[in-house]
């Protein structure tokens, strides 16, 4: 997680993998992502250009989501794991 999302806190991170998991449950509609995250379709566009800018990577690329949904998959299991361990 840190070698993507190098520049960014862990509360940008979380961020990101909301847009990130709707993203995907969406099959990369941005407008049924924009939809399901109450926001203008530019406005999530603004946020996917910005995540890219921050990353180096373009999640409308087929070869750059992978490594996203690589990241979001980790990032569940990182956070089970933390939940877990907590209780």
């Known amino acids: 997680l840190r070698k993507i999302f190098h520049n960014c806190s862990m509360e940008e991170v979380r961020n990101w ?3 990130l ?7 990369g509609s941005i407008n049924q992502t924009a939809n ?24 409308r ?5 992978a490594v996203f949904y690589m990241a979001m998959l980790f990032f569940r299991e990182v956070n089970n794991d933390m939940i877990s361990f907590n209780d």
């Open 36 to 59: 399901r995250l109450f926001m203008h379709k530019n406005t999530l566009q603004y946020k996917l250009k910005k995540l890219k800018d921050s990353t180096g990577y373009d999640v």
């Open 17 to 19: 993998m909301r847009i």
């Open 21 to 27: 998991e709707t993203y995907f449950n969406s099959d």
């Open 61 to 65: 690329l087929p070869s750059n989501g």
